[in-house]
Antibody, heavy 122, light 110 residues
Framework: QVQLVQSGAEVKKPGASVKVSCKAS????????IHWVRQAPGQGLEWMGA????????NYAQKFQGRVTMTRDTSTSTVYMDLSSLRSDDAAVYYCARDLGWLLKVYAFDLWGQGTMVTVSS | QSALTQPASVSGSPGQSITISCTGT?????????VSWYQQHPGKAPKLMIY???NRPSGLSNRFSGSKSGNTAFLSISGLQAEDEADYFCSSYRMSNTLVFGGGTKVTVL
């Protein structure tokens, strides 16, 4: 079954870091970029960045530069998104999503994880 | 404020056709064909409906179609059905390896 399965909900204090995982199955992990998109409550979608599961290269949205790190583990077909220095406005559902392109980015996401809710509260 | 501008809401009766607009700039929609549309039902992950301006993923209903003119992209839904009631988001590649989204449009089936 082709799917992306994310880790469970997190509650963090302001200033802390959160690491969300995204495990791929049912397809060749290294063939498609993985992107991270977040959605604050009642708000729209916001692109955070992408990782190439094959070589590990990344590109991040300027807004998150210096605070976000995306990594991958090819042995477990898992991608990770680490966001540091959390603020109250980082509270959102975080999604991983597979790029439709084969070995390149076309910035269309044909497979999504179920989402991970991150709550930031003191 | 989102980078791409969409109407907050669009409505139509069953069987009718509606069109959602998504306005960007010459740095995104106006210069690239990487425009996508997503449908999102409450509490669910988004679902890809259109990619590369006008292409439908395999198996998707042909009631959904996409187009672009200048800096504005459009999603059209024909033969509106109750199950089409959802939020719709557009996205576009923007220069310098960035992706931007619209603020979303709530489609109501009357």
């Amino acid at each position: 079954q082709v799917q992306l399965v994310q880790s469970g909900a997190e509650v963090k204090k302001p200033g802390a870091s959160v690491k969300v995982s995204c495990k791929a199955s049912g397809y060749t992990f290294t063939n498609n970029y993985i992107h991270w998109v977040r959605q604050a409550p009642g708000q729209g979608l916001e692109w955070m960045g992408a990782i190439n599961p094959s070589g590990g290269s990344t590109n991040y949205a300027q807004k998150f530069q210096g605070r976000v790190t995306m990594t991958r583990d090819t042995s477990t077909s898992t991608v990770y998104m680490d966001l540091s220095s959390l603020r109250s406005d980082d509270a959102a559902v975080y999604y991983c999503a597979r790029d439709l392109g084969w070995l390149l980015k076309v910035y269309a996401f044909d497979l999504w994880g179920q989402g991970t809710m991150v709550t930031v509260s003191s | 404020q989102s980078a791409l501008t969409q109407p907050a809401s669009v409505s139509g009766s069953p069987g009718q056709s509606i069109t959602i607009s998504c306005t960007g700039t010459s740095s995104d929609i106006g210069s690239y064909e990487f425009v996508s549309w997503y449908q999102q039902h409450p509490g669910k992950a988004p679902k890809l409906m259109i990619y590369d301006v006008s292409n439908r993923p395999s198996g998707l209903s042909n009631r959904f179609s996409g187009s672009k003119s200048g800096n504005t992209a459009f999603l059209s839904i024909s033969g509106l059905q109750a199950e089409d009631e959802a939020d719709y988001f557009c996205s576009s590649y923007r220069m310098s390896n960035t992706l931007v989204f619209g603020g979303g449009t709530k489609v109501t089936v009357l």
